[in-house]
Every structure is written in structure tokens, then in C-alpha cells.
């Protein structure tokens, strides 16, 4: 799964993903981790509208005052049988991350850890799904974090991802509207996969590892 993510720019977004109500304020990002605010595109009162969220969520039903940084994946198997995301799930609590690409990292034979970034074919705005909830601390601030929904890796990320780790649900263009607004039947049959030849990825150097960087550096090849 990925660890960090990049935001795209605010109009190249709304180029991508319109909304109603475009509430959110964001800039590019080249080196988002969990527990910062992410673009979230989401329904409300029937209609779209964008928002800022925290890339982490928080179960509505977390007691104490110690939540953590969240959840900042979930897998698609699990969004229908976990406690913690069931009543999101059957709520329609779905939204749209979207990004310009990610990172995965490839566990090399000599035992470190080679980020590489991975971004689409002709797409340089992507949303993937995510689910939201609302949580409520006890000096009654309210968090709106986010989780992106995971799916098994394709042959191209497989390969370079030995951990066994999953893969974004990239959404296609066409399937936005049924995340957002479809049953949860329709919803989870936009959850697959994206194909391997859509992809591309090259290694990037190690100043992605850490977040005081956050610069188009991170993201060009290495030689």
C-alpha cells in the first residue's frame, strides 16, 4: 500500500472531479503521509462538494481521548465485515481522494527499502475511493478523516511491491458518480484493480522517506 501520496493542484483537480460546493483550499503536494489534510470529494444533501480532510480515519464509535492517527487504509475485502467500517460502508459514507500519483517502496536484496513513484497513462489527475467518518473528541472538536480503499496489486506493482502489499482502488472516470451515489452493490463493483499497461513507475531517490522534503525533486527518476 502506499505510504505517501501527491496532491495535484487545485484547478488541474477541479479539471478532473468537479463539484457543486468546492469548499476545499489546497495547493500541490509532492510528499502527503497519514494524519494530513487531504482534498476529499463527497456528497452532501445530494450534492457534491469538496472538503478538506484528515488522511486518517477515526471510527465515530473510538472511546477516549487517545484515537491516534487513524486509519489511513482499508482493504475492499474488509469495508463490508469490519465493525469499524460497516456502518460507514452502509451509510454511503464514500468520498474520492485525488491524486497525481504515490509511492510504493521494493524491499532490495540488500536490505533497504527503494521508494518508487508510480503515477497513469494519460491521466495526471486520478481519484481513488476512500471512505469517511466523523469523529467527535471529548472537548468536542470534530475530525473528518478519511481511509483509501485498497485492492490486490496488479502484475506491475506486484513486482516491484514484495511486501504483499495492496494497491489504491484507482476509480475510473466513468465510475466516480456510481462511488459516490450508487447502492453498496454497484459501489463495490467499481473496486478493481487498474491494469498494469496504464501505469507507469520509476525509482526515486530516498528524500521521499522524509516529510521536511516536499518539492517536484522527489518525484524524478534516478539514474
Not at 1 to 26: A, G, H, K, T, Y
Not at 180 to 206: D, K
Request: proline share 8%.
Amino acid at each position: 500500500m502506499c505510504e505517501r501520496i501527491v496532491i495535484p493542484d487545485r484547478q488541474e483537480v477541479e479539471q478532473e472531479l468537479s463539484v457543486n460546493n468546492p469548499w476545499w483550499s489546497f495547493s500541490t503536494r509532492f510528499n502527503v503521509a497519514a494524519t494530513q489534510s487531504v482534498p476529499a470529494a463527497r456528497m452532501h444533501d445530494k450534492e457534491s462538494e469538496g472538503v478538506m480532510m484528515r488522511w486518517g480515519l477515526v471510527p465515530s464509535t473510538t472511546k477516549g481521548p487517545e484515537f491516534g492517527p487513524g486509519i489511513a487504509s482499508v482493504r475492499s475485502a474488509a469495508i463490508e465485515s469490519s465493525e469499524d467500517y460497516r456502518g460507514v460502508w452502509l451509510y454511503g459514507q464514500r468520498c474520492i481522494v485525488p491524486l497525481a500519483g504515490f509511492y510504493i517502496w521494493q524491499r532490495t536484496e540488500a536490505g533497504y527499502r527503494q521508494p518508487f513513484y508510480v503515477r497513469l497513462v494519460n491521466r495526471p489527475v486520478f481519484g481513488v475511493a476512500a471512505l469517511w467518518d466523523r469523529f467527535v473528541t471529548d472537548e468536542d472538536d470534530v475530525i473528518e478523516g478519511c481511509a483509501i480503499v485498497t485492492v490486490p496489486p496488479n502484475s506491475l506493482l506486484a513486482e516491484i511491491d514484495n511486501s504483499g502489499g495492496q494497491m489504491p482502488a484507482i476509480l475510473h472516470r466513468d465510475a466516480y458518480q456510481t462511488w459516490l451515489n450508487g447502492r453498496p452493490a454497484q459501489a463495490r463493483g467499481v473496486l478493481h484493480s487498474y491494469p498494469p499497461e496504464r501505469m507507469l513507475t520509476h525509482a526515486v531517490g530516498p528524500h521521499v522517506n522524509f516529510l521536511e522534503y516536499d518539492d517536484p525533486s522527489l518525484i524524478r527518476p534516478i539514474v
